[in-house]
């Protein structure tokens, strides 16, 4: 079942990176966002790969590992990636499904769009970030 606007709305409103973003900014993020499901054990992020996309976890839960060791472990409303938005830096952890998982994603290509399109966003999530 694909989730309304508004509660994608609402999980990226949840996330600090978005969190001092108008409501028509939140809106047109979530335009981007794709949903995506993925099984139990299947790898979202692998440590060292470049990062192309953020994700939040809208159900389900996935295990956090540096270096092969457990980091924590995450589940809905948390979120993953959010320096691949910005950055084209290495991936630092591995993320992998503990179970099914839906996911909202938005790919760092159609989020540098959304900042041309919009540099409002880029303000505030480079302020969130440093903070």
Known sequence: MRLRKNTKVELLQAVPLFASCSKAELERIASLADELDLADGATLIREG???????????????????????????????????????????????????????????????????????SIATKVLQSLGE
């Open 49 to 119: 790969e470049r990062g192309r996309e953020f994700l939040v976890i809208v159900d389900g839960t996935v295990r956090v590992t540096k270096r092969g060791k457990k980091v924590r472990e995450l589940g809905a409303g948390d979120f993953i990636g959010e320096i691949a938005l910005v950055s084209d830096v290495p991936r630092t952890a591995t993320v992998t499904a503990t179970s099914p998982v839906r996911l909202l994603v938005v790919t760092d290509r159609a989020f540098r769009g959304l900042i041309d399109e919009m540099p």
